[in-house]
């Protein structure tokens, strides 16, 4: 039984309080403060839903899927009437007056909000380093990052100091800090899950999704939260609901490998899913090989268009609507200056720089239209290839969790990192990772299941089969059956 199913039963066979419960989560995230999971605790939040969702267990009423069930929001959904930063200076003490479409639908399942989880400032990231706060660290391994962006959301579920968290991925941010931690992280197909009230990154490729302790966890958060959004100008709503379908036997399922995605991966990386390969043809599928040349295209593309996008997405913040403000200055060029430079950290002004540059007049078309055309390139490639096989399978990241600090001197070691996960973004499909098997220092290594549009089903069906055959083995290890 999911960890989710496990703590909903113990609620409804009344062998614990939801008080109780969260209370438990609250103390365990006191006593784990140094992982730096959370930016922001809300725990008169979380324990008055407690109360209203005991007195519905004390007169018997039905529960909701993910009533009652601890969890965590990355900081960059907004939450009205709680701080949300996006972990920068530029956001610290904003409030919202509005929730984000997602917290508005767990809120009225009466979800219980632990916190706010760290981040990469704006998400911007792959080890969680750019935080304003500083970065989480990761519970299997403190000398090691929990990943980025959603590396809070992350480290709060593998240290059971939240049951699942949301996380937004914009070119891996789910997956990523999920394969460094052990767990499950979906990035779902793109306009399946509203993005109404995410704070910007990169508006064309942000999609937020699940990170959990298992397939079944994660399906269960994916099928409360995907739905059509008028709000949202680009939401299309879900093709299915998932959890129905996890158990469908996949036995001739085609099971894509592209050579493209192994190249240069480290090697313990690379026998952990030759061996998982091994377990699927077991169950029956079969393993094809298939060409994906374009994806070699994907990391210079999604650099690109992510900085295009956040320049003008990060134009917003200028001191005169909301956020941080300059104390002293001379005019109002002057004031946007002081009050963006003192705002942004470092990566995101590079990021806003970058993207401004190659916006501009004169160099537009030399680098983002031609991101774009790679971009309908990638998508292409990635067509053809689901015309031979229903899923693909390919590392999540070349390595495991980078030590403190790997990715601070050189920018462009950390946009390296994120080869095996921007070529989805790009294309808006569905992707999940989950975990494969430990390196030699014992961190986890994550493996990633990629589908056509609108196949989340399809890539969840094929990791749950998975996931059945191996839980013994890889799952007591990461310590996630842990249940309070
Ligand atoms: N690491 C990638 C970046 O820095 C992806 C971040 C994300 O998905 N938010 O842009």
């Not at 062998?15 to 365990?28: G, M, R």
């Not at 080890?127 to 929990?146: D, I, Q, Y």
């Not at 894509?256 to 699927?280: C, M, P, W």
Request: glycine share 10%.
């Amino acid at each position: 039984m999911s960890k989710i199913k496990y703590i909903s039963k113990l609620l409804k066979t009344k062998q614990i309080t939801c008080t109780e419960l969260t209370q438990k989560y609250l103390d365990s995230i006191a006593e784990n403060k140094g992982l730096n999971a959370y930016v922001k605790i809300t725990a008169d939040e979380a324990l008055k839903t407690a109360g209203a969702v005991d007195v519905k267990i004390e007169r018997n009423e039905e529960l909701m899927p993910l009533e009652g069930i601890p969890m965590s929001l990355k900081d960059n959904m907004s939450t009205k009437g709680i701080e949300t930063t996006c972990c920068s200076k530029m956001l610290r003490g904003y409030i919202p007056i509005y929730d984000a479409t997602v917290w508005e639908i767990l809120k009225n399942q009466n979800a219980i909000l632990l916190g706010k989880t760290n981040m990469d400032e704006f998400a911007m990231g792959s080890s969680c380093e750019t935080s304003c706060f500083g970065g989480a660290l990761n519970p299997h391994n403190k000398n090691h990052v929990a990943g980025g962006s959603s590396g809070g959301a992350a480290a709060s579920v593998a240290a059971n100091l939240a049951v699942y968290g949301l996380g937004s991925d914009t070119g891996g941010s789910v997956r990523q800090p999920a394969s460094f931690c052990g767990l499950v992280g979906m990035k779902p197909t793109y306009g399946t899950v509203s993005r109404y009230g995410l704070i910007a990154y990169a508006s064309s490729l942000d999609q937020i999704g699940p990170v959990a302790s298992s397939v079944e966890d994660a399906a269960m958060v994916y099928d409360s939260i995907s739905m059509y959004d008028s709000k949202d100008s680009t939401s299309r709503g879900r093709r299915e609901l998932i959890s129905d379908k996890l158990d469908a036997s996949i036995k001739g399922m085609k099971i894509g490998i592209a050579e493209e995605y192994f190249e240069g991966i480290n090697e313990e990386v690379r026998k952990s899913i030759d061996e998982a390969l091994k377990v699927y043809e077991y169950l029956g599928a079969e393993i094809v090989q298939i060409e994906l040349p374009q994806v070699k295209h994907a990391l210079p593309a999604y650099y690109i268009i992510a900085c295009a996008e956040a320049s003008s997405n990060l134009g917003r913040y200028d001191g005169i609507r909301y956020g941080h403000k300059t104390g002293s200055y001379k005019d109002i060029n002057d004031m946007i200056c002081r009050t963006r430079s003192e705002g942004f950290g470092k990566e995101v002004q590079r990021r806003i720089l970058l993207g401004t540059y190659v916006l501009s007049a004169g160099y537009y078309d030399a680098y983002y239209k031609k991101a774009q055309k790679l971009r309908g390139a990638i998508a292409g490639g990635f067509k053809k290839a689901f015309e031979e096989c229903n899923v693909i399978i390919a590392p999540t990241v070349p390595t495991t969790a980078f030590e403190l600090n790997f990715t601070s001197s050189d920018p462009v070691v950390a946009y390296m990192t994120d080869i095996c996960t921007v070529p989805v973004n790009i294309a808006g499909l569905p992707a999940v990772s989950v975990p494969c098997g430990f390196d030699g220092k014992g961190l986890p290594i994550g493996m990633q299941l990629i589908g056509n549009a609108f196949d989340d089903a399809v890539i969840m069906n094929a990791a749950y089969q998975y996931e059945q055959q191996v839980k013994e083995k890889i799952y007591r290890q990461t310590g996630i059956g842990v249940i309070l």
